[in-house]
């Protein structure tokens, strides 16, 4: 379909991106250990597949491995010198745990959730890490994506006048008004443009899943 074509497009383009990323880390420092972050399974899953392509070795921790399987793969990474890419789900890196072996970062698409994001990216910031971290966002232009992080923009601008409305630095109820109802259609286009980019990666996902079937 056209939508999974579009994904599979921005997927590549990304992959390109991320692959030139990962080989200036390298080439840099090759002890250096690097996290990517999707919101999705199947870009994780896709990935999995590419990066021992082209010579990287990595681990994977999503939200839905048992206990056993999430220690092993953190352990794996934090002790195994070839292992330089740990691939994660957004969420299942915001639980608390310590990635300080890490000093770079992708996020691999932009999240309305700052907070859940931070969060992630958090576990390299934590107490033992000696080194200087590097985040990385990626994110296609003229896509939805780029609509996704002009309206994060947005709606943190706002969000910054509506907490200096606070200190009095807005005049009257009827500023206060427009502000909130200018955050709340922000953020109402924001989650409208990030369901239509779910519903891409969904239908690029079930795209690779047939052609995977048709040629196993």
Not at 81 to 89: A, G, K, W
Request: charged share 30%.
């Amino acid at each position: 379909s056209g939508a999974a074509g579009a994904a599979g497009t921005v997927m590549k383009t990304k992959l390109t991106a991320l692959l030139e990323e990962l080989r200036k880390v390298r080439e840099a420092d090759k002890t250096s250990k690097c996290l990517i972050f999707s919101q999705f399974k199947s870009t994780l899953t896709w990935l999995e597949t590419q990066l021992p392509l082209n010579g990287f070795g990595f681990r994977t921790l999503q939200g839905d491995m048992t206990m056993t399987q999430r220690a092993k793969a953190l352990r794996d990474f934090q002790r195994d010198p070839p292992t330089t890419v740990f691939l994660l789900s957004v969420r299942a890196g915001a639980v608390g745990i310590n990635l300080t072996q890490a000093n770079h970062v992708v996020v691999m698409e932009p999240c309305l959730n700052k907070a859940l994001e931070d969060q992630a990216i958090g576990r390299v910031h934590r107490m033992g890490q000696m080194r200087e971290v590097t985040v990385y966002r990626v994110a296609c232009l003229n896509t939805i994506e780029e609509r996704i992080l002009q309206m994060k923009m947005q709606i943190a601008e706002l969000s910054k006048l509506l907490a200096d409305e606070r200190d009095g630095a807005l005049k009257s109820h009827e500023e206060k008004l427009a502000l909130i109802n200018d955050v709340a259609r922000a953020k109402r286009a924001a989650d409208e443009a990030n369901e239509r980019r779910e519903a891409m990666e969904r239908s690029h996902g079930a795209k690779e899943a047939e052609l995977a079937a048709a040629t196993g």
